[in-house]
């Protein structure tokens, strides 16, 4: 899968060091997928959650930090629209950011 919108994961990385390895991990992954569905995602990430609008919440650091996704099945990519603290997931709406 193609990432879009990389430099989020940058950015929240230099701001939160302990999440750059699960951030790495997590991206290495989805470049290396071939998703077609919700089951491939979750064969792949089992704690993440399926959201409406083709949006999954990924569990990033032992669920310390969550990431938002909205991935495009059809076209082989996904778009980061969210990575932050459990207080700042709380103030958004996933099925819309």
Known sequence: MRIFYLSRLNDFGKKHA?????LSTWKDIVQKAK???????L?????AKMIKN???????????????????YDEGYLEIR???TH??????DAETI
């Open 54 to 72: 083709n949006r999954a919440r990924f569990e990033i650091r032992h669920n310390t930090y969550r990431l938002i996704a909205q991935i495009i």
């Open 43 to 47: 064969n792949d990430f089992p704690n």
């Open 87 to 92: 207080n700042e997931y709380d103030k958004i």
């Open 35 to 41: 998703w077609q569905n919700k089951q491939d995602v």
């Open 82 to 84: 969210f990575v932050g």
């Open 18 to 22: 302990d999440a750059r390895k699960s």
